[in-house]
């Protein structure tokens, strides 16, 4: 139980355009779900809780209009990175919240060329 | 500042040692504690949780972790690693509110050699 994907699972594009990560509770229905960036050989940073069917709240420093957030349902959370560029090129981690605890998908790599 | 920290960011154990990486976290009154573990290549896995009751957890894989309040210190142990252990282990600290936010500590990369 407690499962989570995300697709894809890697992604490559071109700087400017825009690429959409989606996040799926599969087992189960979350109110709330977190995206997260992982830096090689570093701890995640949170970016953003992603409350469904309100706005998503942002950590300091991450811009709410580059990174766009819909939790339509609660079982789907989409992280939109719009107008990508070479330094959003990161490791994309989503987690979901259940009985208290968070369980993550297996991350989304992006790639700016 | 809400904080959580990892003493160890690497550490190398032969086959059989006992283990035990550290995670301390500034205080904050009532937490929820975790230990995730990350194997090469792979998502980010639940090892074990505190939320109440008993200081001493048990998790999956023979690991367990030990609360102790008045450290603020969340430990985790195994008395026997093995070669499959080799992974990245990460402490994380919920300190309540309605959110479960997550503050993560910065990891230590545990490497069990045969």
């Known amino acids: 139980g407690a499962v989570v994907s995300q697709h894809p699972s890697w992604v490559i594009c071109k700087s400017g355009t825009s690429v959409k990560i989606e996040c799926r509770s599969l087992d189960f229905q979350a109110t709330t779900m977190f995206w997260y960036r992982q830096f090689p050989k570093q701890s995640l940073m949170l970016m953003a809780t992603s409350n469904e069917g309100s706005k998503a709240t942002y950590e300091q420093g991450v811009e709410k209009d580059k990174f766009l957030i819909n939790h339509a349902s609660l079982t789907l959370s989409t992280l939109t990175v719009t107008s990508a560029h070479p330094e959003d090129s990161s490791f994309y981690i989503c987690s979901a919240t259940w009985a208290g605890t968070q369980y993550f998908g297996p991350g989304t790599r992006l790639l700016v060329l | 500042a809400q904080s959580v920290s990892q003493h160890n960011h690497h550490v190398i154990l032969s086959e059989a040692a006992s283990l035990e990486l550290g995670c301390n976290y500034s205080y904050g009154g009532t937490v929820n504690l975790f230990w995730y573990v990350q194997y090469p290549g792979q998502h980010l896995q639940l090892l074990l949780k505190y939320f109440s009751g008993d200081p001493l957890v048990k998790g999956i894989k023979g690991f367990e972790a030990e609360f102790i309040k008045s450290k603020f210190s969340f430990n985790l142990r195994k008395p026997s690693v093995q070669w499959s252990d080799t992974a990245e282990y990460f402490c994380?600290?919920?300190?309540?509110?309605?959110?479960?936010?997550?503050?993560f500590g910065t990891g230590t990369l545990l490497a069990v050699q045969p």
């Open positions: 994380a600290v919920n300190y309540g509110g309605a959110t479960n936010k997550l503050i």
